[in-house]
């Protein structure tokens, strides 16, 4: 299995507060995804990020941002969390960007919002 | 718009079965991923397959890129294999990103 870890794995906080959450890879590739998944509308892609702070929007990221200062973490930011927020949050990582090599994802992260 | 859709949504299997799940999208692909949810949420790779046939184990899956479909395909069926499974094809539409399927729910009874 591919060196993703997630953190943290369940968070419950309130509507107006931030959230950070981490995504850190041992594989040294260096394409890294978020992605949220919801009942109904399967796997989204939030941003994703080409390399050290080389990141770009995606889908759904209104209302989130990403950083990238190392290879390895790629942080998810919530500035002020709102319950559409509530989700299951995924990392992925690609050595390829997609074209040409799989992704594999990590854990997930389930985020409730109140 | 961009569309991939999965098919049957709901599948009940008794262990020993066959079947076969499909996936059509609506554009030219680069890549194709097949993924299995399992009941934990871990999403598992099964196959890269932008075109051709590729086997793994019981599972096997097939992509005709020029008619837009793939298929997965499950032997002999266990338990193991309930859970959610996902295609998601790399579309050129999509600016070369992967766009999900919403799955099609498998569930295996002994």
């Known amino acids: 299995d591919a060196g993703i870890t997630q953190s943290p794995r369940h968070k419950v906080t309130e509507t107006g507060t931030p959230v950070t959450l981490r995504c850190h890879q041992t594989?040294?590739?260096?394409?890294m995804y978020w992605y949220r998944q919801d009942p109904g509308h399967g796997l989204r892609l939030i941003h994703y990020?080409?390399?050290?702070?080389?990141?770009d929007k995606g889908e759904v990221s209104d209302g989130y941002s990403v950083s990238r200062s190392k290879t390895e973490d790629f942080l998810l930011t919530l500035e002020s969390a709102t319950s559409s927020q509530t989700s299951v949050y995924f990392c992925?990582?690609?050595?390829?960007?997609?074209?040409?090599?799989?992704?594999?994802f990590g854990p997930g992260t389930r985020l409730l919002v109140l | 718009g961009i569309q991939v859709e999965q098919s049957p949504p709901d599948l009940i299997l008794q262990e020993g079965a066959n079947s076969t799940l499909r996936c059509n999208f609506s554009?030219?692909?680069?890549?194709l991923q097949w993924f299995h949810q399992n009941p934990w949420g871990q999403l598992i790779n099964l196959f890269y397959?932008?075109?051709g046939t590729k086997q793994n184990g019981r599972l096997s899956a097939t992509t005709v890129a020029t008619e837009r479909y793939s298929l997965l395909y499950i032997s002999s069926s266990q338990t193991t294999d309930s859970g959610v499974y996902f295609c998601?094809?790399?579309?050129?539409?999509?600016?070369?990103?992967?766009?999900f399927g919403g799955g099609t729910r498998v569930l295996v009874k002994p």
């Open positions: 990020s080409y390399g050290v702070k080389d990141t």
């Open positions: 998601a094809p790399l579309l050129q539409a999509a600016g070369n990103k992967l766009t």
């Open positions: 554009d030219s692909v680069n890549n």
């Open positions: 992925a990582i690609s050595d390829y960007g997609g074209r040409g090599e799989t992704q594999y």
């Open positions: 594989e040294n590739h260096r394409y």
């Open positions: 397959i932008p075109s």
